[in-house]
């Protein structure tokens, strides 16, 4: 089966400037999470959808940071705007299900650096 | 609340020696405990889950984990490291119960394993 997938792979953008992260699930999956991973640190939730509704966005910054997943498939993270410690990985995970018995699948991530 | 410290944040062995990479947790409710692996440039790998079954977990490629509630410990253990099983280690907690069961992940350790 394929996997999660996540474009673009690499970004590159100056301060203040807006990106956008689009990460496509499993097939057949209702549970969809964005994560940041800061170098050296482990990745941290920042939005958790289960089909197209917010289950969890407490840690997610929402002056500057934005997600959706209309039609509760695919799913788009966006930032604007940009400041220099949003330099991070940003991983999109899905699972059939939001139990602890679910696997989190994880996609290969977006590598974001703010110059 | 939740939290999990890994106590090393790299390890190196030789390859065929034992490896020891160890987790201590904090949760509030009982825990379901979680090792991801992720190699370079490759999205995270689910490696063995504890979820209040047998205290004794077996995973993926060798790897197995005990987890040990009197001492809120559990440590990866692998008998024999083979190279490919370079790579960074996360600890993951979760709550058992609840709708928006966030993983918390600990800081990671990078294994490295010597020819």
């Known amino acids: 089966e394929a996997g999660v997938a996540q474009s673009p792979r690499y970004k590159i953008i100056e301060k203040r400037q807006s990106v956008a992260f689009w990460c496509n699930p499993i097939?057949?999956?209702?549970?969809l999470y964005w994560y940041q991973q800061i170098l050296g640190q482990g990745p941290k939730l920042l939005i958790q959808?289960?089909?197209?509704?917010?289950?969890?966005d407490s840690q997610l910054p929402k002056d500057r940071f934005s997600a959706e997943r209309l039609k509760g498939v695919d799913s788009t993270l966006k930032i604007q705007p940009a400041k220099l410690e949003d330099s991070a990985v940003y991983l999109c995970?899905?699972?059939?299900?939001?139990?602890?018995?679910?696997?989190?699948?994880f996609g290969p991530g977006t590598r974001l650096t703010v110059t | 609340a939740q939290s999990v410290t890994q106590l090393d944040s790299h390890v190196s062995v030789s390859e065929g020696t034992p490896v020891l990479l160890r987790c201590n947790y904090s949760?509030?409710?009982?825990?379901?405990l979680f090792w991801y692996v992720q190699h370079p440039n490759k999205g995270l790998q689910l490696l063995l889950k504890?979820?209040?079954?047998?205290?004794l977990v077996k995973g993926i490629n060798g790897f197995e984990a005990e987890f040990k509630k009197s001492e809120t410990s559990f440590h990866l253990t692998k008998p024999s490291a083979h190279m490919s099983d370079a790579a960074e280690y996360f600890c993951?907690?979760?709550?058992?119960?609840?709708?928006?069961?966030?993983?918390?992940f600990g800081s990671g350790t990078q294994l490295t394993v010597l020819p």
């Open positions: 995970a899905s699972s059939l299900g939001s139990g602890a018995a679910y696997e989190q699948y």
């Open positions: 097939s057949g999956h209702a549970t």
């Open positions: 959808f289960q089909n197209n509704g917010v289950v969890d």
């Open positions: 949760s509030s409710y009982s825990p379901s």
């Open positions: 504890y979820t209040s079954a047998a205290t």
């Open positions: 993951v907690v979760t709550p058992v119960s609840g709708s928006a069961r966030q993983l918390t």
